[in-house]
């Protein structure tokens, strides 16, 4: 597996992915009506753009043998979701579902940890649904441990996110 940045003339493929990833991942735990605001709004192609080109936000694709099977959202900065000094945020990881349990999204996540300590970063973090609990159990494993909680939106449907992070 190898993971490598985005390229801008690959948003469409990006989105696709977003959008497949998310909905299998949640698309079962939320309403129809929920889903389909969220997606209409977050993984627009217009915001997907806006997203990519704000500085401080770089995204990754996870490949095999040529094809996408992950991506993950990292951001630093003020591209950050919650405003935490010389930081990291894995923003988004996921791993189409007919690759998961290969380890994928624990590459990804190494790779992530190890950009930061390249770049001096203290504090990696990231934010979880609290009803996902096996995600959240994957993190703990990795060695982040939850600080915070802040709401998310999906749709009309406040959620609440744990705050997990990592001293480095």
């Not at 579902?97 to 996540?109: A, P």
């Not at 190494?110 to 300590?117: G, V």
């Amino acid at each position: 597996m190898i993971l490598r940045e985005v390229q801008k003339e690959e948003l469409g493929l990006l989105r696709q992915m977003s959008i497949s990833t998310f909905t299998d991942a949640f698309g079962h735990l939320n309403s129809k009506e929920n889903m389909s605001l969220y997606l209409s709004e977050k993984m627009s192609a217009e915001h997907i753009k806006e997203e990519f080109d704000r500085p401080g936000s770089t995204f990754y694709f996870a490949m095999i043998n040529q094809q996408i099977v992950g991506y993950m959202k990292l951001n630093t900065g003020e591209a950050q979701n919650e405003p935490l000094e010389n930081a990291m945020e894995v923003e988004r990881i996921y791993v189409l579902k007919q690759h998961q349990g290969k380890r994928i999204g624990g590459i990804m996540l190494e790779h992530a940890i190890s950009l930061a300590r390249q770049e001096g970063i203290q504090v990696f973090w990231l934010g979880v649904w609290d009803q996902n609990v096996r995600a959240i159990a994957f993190y703990e494993r990795m060695g982040l441990k939850v600080f915070d909680t802040h709401s998310f939106m999906l749709g009309t449907d406040r959620q609440t996110d744990k705050l997990m992070k990592m001293e480095l």
